[in-house]
Nanobody, 124 residues
Framework: QVQLVESGGGLVQAGGSLRLSCAAS????????MGWFRQAPGKEREFVAA????????YYADSVKGRFTISRDNAKNTVFLQMNSLNAEDTAVYYC?????????????????WGQGTQVPVSS
């Protein structure tokens, strides 16, 4: 497994932007596809975005498509989530996760390493 630490969360106003980072350590970062998930109070964890090992393919939930961008820097062992046009429905704890399988997935059980999460409250 790989160890993951998220950063960049914090209070933001509706319409604003935020960039989350997730630093990885412990195993070869480029051997993992990476994903971002989020969990709002009282709700199940849901998929947000994923990126393949080389960073050449991405996949987004419909709710964030066109507003969020996932990217990665394999030289720095870091994956990013740029979030624009935030609204109150984006309020959640955001988690990054690592998937050792081929391809990219929105399925929680494909991911075997998880960060501790970073909170993103959006004020309306």
């Amino acid at each position: 497994q790989v160890q993951l630490v998220e950063s960049g969360g914090g209070l933001v106003q509706a319409g604003g932007s935020l960039r989350l980072s997730c630093a990885a350590s412990g195993r070869t970062f480029s051997s993992y596809s990476m994903g971002w998930f989020r969990q709002a109070p009282g709700k199940e964890r849901e998929f947000v975005a994923a990126i393949n090992k080389r960073g050449s393919n991405t996949y987004y939930a419909d709710s964030v498509k066109g507003r969020f961008t996932i990217s990665r820097d394999n030289a720095k062992n870091t994956v990013f989530l740029q979030m624009n046009s935030l609204n109150a429905e984006d309020t959640a704890v955001y988690y990054c996760a690592a998937d050792p399988s081929l391809g990219i997935s929105s399925t929680v059980r494909r991911y075997d390493s998880w960060g501790q999460g970073t909170q993103v409250p959006v004020s309306s």
